[in-house]
């Protein structure tokens, strides 16, 4: 909730970032001035994680452009943004201006051919922010649909140990790795690769699975039976493959009420494998030994989805060239959730965004309003 606080206090600040420019006399007798104008109806369809935040990045910077709002949260977790909606309701705001819908598909389609509908934003699977771009792109629609991940977490030798080891533990195995943030796979190179492995199996072992909601506990359930099973059928897909179970979650000891799977850590993982290449979204983490930085590069070049990506490392030298040459548009440096804050862009590269402009940020300021030029002449 405090991500989605940022973003309200972030739109706030429209007066300033929405004011335009202006030249006088780009001519003789004649001023140019460039203006924002809004445009209408916007919408958003947001994921099952993070219910009650993700509708955040985008409605307050829609509204206060000028505009007005539909948001059509996951049929899986509606009660958060209900909630959300009654204190809306509670605090006046004016009627129609923010509004509500519920249900699947039909919905979502409905949303991306609507007539009224100016604009579309999208978080959730790759597949689906393809289908939203190009549905939404027919029918003459902004889009910014953020999609799938699969982020890489390069370890240098010299990297800090007990700093990667956590941050790492974190990012992969906080909320049960159902974010488009997660750690998913950690490219060791060299030496790195024996203490990662170690520390790796003792944090995953060591992780206590229950209601999250209860003091200690550190990994909590996935959202449903059917992902459940998904990501089951990942991990049995990883062994069939040949990649080395270090920490099996399937055995792990769960709560019988609820979707539990606990944290599942693989080890001589290959570039070519399923659980390297595709987007599990559970409690899944594999580790690959690399020879060499350009090597680790190399690997996360060749995959297809570039949400975010992550290096650990005290060298300058090694920092700088992560920075500069990871696809990623999400780059940490020993962080291992590279998560921006609200006054800057959020969204991928590759398949993992689809559109143009980023979620939140100045450049939510261009997404929610067309830019006016006006030319005049005065004698």
């Known amino acids: 909730m405090r991500r989605g606080i940022e973003c309200v206090e972030v739109a706030a600040g ?8 202006v030249l006088e006399d780009v001519a003789k007798g004649i001023d140019c001035e460039s203006i924002r104008q809004p445009m209408g109806v916007f919408a958003c369809i947001a994921p099952f994680n993070f219910p009650a935040m993700v509708p955040l ?20 977790v509606p009660l958060s943004q209900k909630l959300v909606f009654d204190l809306i ?21 409905a949303i991306c051919t609507h007539p009224l509908v100016r604009g579309v934003s999208f978080v959730g699977s790759s597949p689906v922010a393809k289908h939203v771009y190009e549905l939404s792109a027919a029918h003459g629609k902004r889009v910014q649909a953020l999609g799938g991940a699969k982020n890489f977490l390069i370890v240098m030798p010299d990297a800090d140990k007990e700093l990667t080891l956590k941050a ?63 990501v089951t059928g990942y991990i ?9 179970m270090v920490v099996d979650g399937r055995k792990a000891q769960l709560p019988k009420d609820g979707y539990f799977l606990g ?24 580790l690959m030994q690399v020879g060499s930085l350009d090597e680790a590069l190399a690997i996360t070049r060749e995959q297809p989805l570039a949400n975010a990506s992550s290096i650990f490392t005290t060298s300058g030298k090694s920092a700088r060239t ?40 100045r450049e939510a300021f261009d997404f929610y309003t067309d830019k006016k030029v006006v030319i005049s002449r005065w004698e």
Not at 14 to 21: H, N, R
Not at 187 to 197: I, N, P, S
Not at 236 to 244: I, N, P, T
Not at 269 to 285: D, H, N, Q, S, Y
């Open 263 to 286: 944290a599942t850590l693989f080890d001589k993982v290959k570039p070519e494998m399923t659980i390297a290449r595709e987007e599990i979204f559970g409690p899944v983490l594999c």
């Open 57 to 76: 990045w985008f409605y307050p910077f829609a509204v206060a452009c000028g505009n007005t709002f539909l948001c059509k949260p996951s049929e899986q």
């Open 322 to 361: 992560f920075k500069y040459t990871v696809e990623a548009s999400m780059a940490g440096v020993n962080i291992g959730v590279a998560a921006p804050m609200s006054f800057f862009g959020f969204g991928g590269a590759k398949g993992s965004f689809f559109g143009d402009l980023k979620a939140h940020g």
């Open 89 to 109: 309701h509670d605090a006046k705001f004016p009627a129609g201006v923010l509004n509500l819908v519920n249900g699947g598909k039909e919905v979502v389609d």
């Open 168 to 230: 790492i533990t974190d990012s992969a195995y906080g909320c049960a790795g159902e974010r488009c943030l997660a750690g998913a796979v950690v490219l060791a190179v060299g030496d790195a690769h024996g203490w990662l492995r170690d520390g790796m199996k003792q944090r995953a072992q060591g992780l206590v699975i229950g209601d999250g909601a209860k003091a200690g506990v550190t990994l909590g359930p996935v959202i449903s039976e059917a992902h459940k099973k998904k």
């Open 14 to 21: 429209a007066p300033s970032l929405l004011m335009g420019s």
């Open 236 to 244: 049995e897909q990883g062994v069939k493959e040949g990649a080395e």
